[in-house]
């Protein structure tokens, strides 16, 4: 038991979704001169993963790290990119934080808002697993084309 | 002639409109102590005013000061409470400003955004008369209010 635990991969195992390719997509646009093409996808989302251990050490105290901030603004493009990729419409990101890592992150489609989250704890940012990683964003991309498709006037207004 | 411009207080005639009204609200609201009592509004609101000549004086490189975030706060916030007390909804204000005095400010109602306003040359944030200031809130509001009636389900949503 203990060694089949052991033998897990951290993140466990990779998960075929739209959401983590365009996520590994977003973070290869950074990478100009070419230098990570021999990286996994999973070697360059690898911080996106947190294990319930490594949850528990990370403080709540004090401004978050930009580190996690840009993780948290990569998450948010990849799920406006692919917003646009299924409802033709652009989704621009705007985020609210305060200093103590509370916040709010909207992405808006023309005169609509198509995600709306209220982020706590922004310092612990990262899903246990690829499958969490890839539920959450797929989840808030079928949410927000779903809300579109419910007010397609505003969204292209 | 000379006297008569000499004459005319800066800002030109105070006007009578229900946006300078609720923007010298917004700024009464910090005023636990009541030490701005005697002030009239025109004094509470002076900072709100920047004439030709201060405009040019205003650098537009760097940081924009906190003073000018905290009066583009007031102006949006005073946007927000007269769209509220006209339509019934709340609207709420994200700020996306980059380090150069260039940015977005959102109002959202709901799902709907019923303000949207790019900035630039934050740092001159600023109406030359207080006619000019009125009309720039009265007409973000007019504006906001039409979007909602256009759109009621998502402001309500």
Redesign the interface.
Known sequence: MTAETLDTPRGGEMVDSDFLKQLAAVIRAEDSYGQWDDKTDADIMAEFILTKDERREIPIIGDPDPDVMWRVGKFYDAVGLLIEKRSGCMASQ???MSHEGFG?I?L?A?????V?KHLRDIHRFGFETWAKLAEAGDKMVTSAVD?IDK?P??AR?
Do not use: F
């Not at 023309?110 to 198509?114: P, R, S, Y």
């Open positions: 705007m985020q609210k709010r909207v808006i023309g005169k609509l808002v198509v709306s809300t007010y006037e505003a207004g």
